[in-house]
């Protein structure tokens, strides 16, 4: 038996929010679901995502959440509860959410006119159109896009809009729509086209839901273009969502403005001399930093006594990272030939231990004895190594073993 396709109330007038209609069927989907004779719901189609609203009987509100198509031509509309005590034939009132339709035919409307602004001035194809919550974005068949033809089709496109055009609804045979230079013809499955026309300006077959003049459109804003695989993706925000978008900018830009004490065009400015001051802060610490490591090895090599002709220096400290005390062992090591390092920090607990170039010891080799024992981990070259340890507590006895391998390992003697 042959079901009779949903009769689409939308597709003769796209400002209907309200109809009567009469229910065909009450499905588990597992979700619940109404088939209705007609419909004024637009399902998922086109890249224009579906209406919401509500199915009213006698004794019932029903939130409609999600509305789609079915492969037999059918409405499908989802609820966001379970039906109870409705039968097919009952009468039923059906609301559209209105101001989810409004932002839908803003957008969906803007797409034609942007899309064909495209054509009209770069001969640029739009091959797909995707409408999210936050913004919609077309996909045009190009190798390049430039700023200047993002702006162009931006200026044209609200052109359009300004003059207010009529968008008519036309129903013709495809053998009719041959003849009449459509933007976008769909596949050959229907002989009868729907065609929306944007007076003078586009004429694309669409099943989807549009404003009636193109003022209604508000306006369309342009924003990221980014190339994807098969060209350039333009995303947009039109009528409401435009203005939404705009404010959301001036809001983040006003805060950031606030925080260099500045005017909003000047936060470009701001910002990179901000970047260039930290750069060259950082350079500047950095070089503080080595100064001052090789001013406290200088002290304390002065301070260390020679024993069995090597220097071996044991320190834990608190107020130093692991890389101060690296750069710190870096410049005993190397300000004397006969320096074994062994440091560490209970700043995340670390260890580094090095030595002199030449010096007989391995300290990676070292590292990875002593962590084994605390449950460590870590390891290094010959001259210099560094690990973590669990604790901080476990650091004094590894820096004690290491220690005391190095006092019982024979030593080179340099003059
Ligand atoms: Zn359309």
Known sequence: MMLPMTDRLYYHDSFLYDFEAEVCEIAETPRSAL?????????????????????????AKLHVTEVADAED???????????????????????????????????????????????????????????ADEY?????????????????????????????????IRFVTREEAGKLGLRKLPPAERDALRLIDIRDFDLSACGGTHVRQTGQIGCVMLRKAEKVRQGWRVEFVAGQRAVATARRDFTT???????????????????RKSLDEIRSLRKQAEQSQEQLA????????????????????LHTFSDRDLNAIKL????????????????????????????????????????????????????????????????????????????????????????
């Open 35 to 59: 088939i209705l004779d007609r419909t004024a719901f637009y399902p998922t189609s086109g890249g224009q995502v579906f209406d919401t609203g509500w199915i009213a009987t006698d004794s």
């Open 73 to 131: 031509g059918r409405v499908v509309h989802y609820l966001e509860a379970p039906v109870k005590d409705l039968q097919p034939g009952t009468r039923v009132h059906g609301q559209i959410d209105a101001t989810r339709r409004r932002d839908h035919m803003q957008q969906h409307t803007g797409q034609h006119v942007l899309s064909a602004a495209f054509i009209r001035l770069f001969d640029l194809h739009t091959v797909s159109f995707h409408m």
């Open 136 to 168: 919609c974005s077309i996909d045009l068949d190009t190798p390049t896009l430039t700023k200047e033809q993002v702006e162009s089709a931006e200026r044209l496109a609200n052109e359009i809009i300004l003059e207010n055009r009529p968008v008519d």
């Open 253 to 271: 830009l006003t805060e950031a403005a606030a925080l260099f004490s500045a005017h909003i065009y000047d936060i470009p400015q701001q910002a």
């Open 294 to 313: 090789a001013a406290q090895a200088a002290a304390i090599l002065a301070e260390t006594p020679e024993a069995n002709g090597r220097k071996l220096i």
């Open 328 to 415: 710190l062992a870096q410049k005993l090591t190397r300000l004397a030939p006969n320096v074994v390092a062994l440091l560490a920090t209970t700043q995340q607990p670390s260890l580094v231990f090095a030595q002199s170039a030449g010096q007989p010891s391995d300290m990676g080799a070292l590292m990875k004895e002593v962590l084994a024992k605390i449950g460590g981990r870590g390891g290094g070259s010959k001259d210099m190594a560094q690990g973590g340890a669990p604790d901080a507590e476990k650091l004094r006895a590894a820096l004690d073993e290491a220690a005391t391998r190095i006092r019982g390992a024979p030593s080179t003697h340099t003059a």
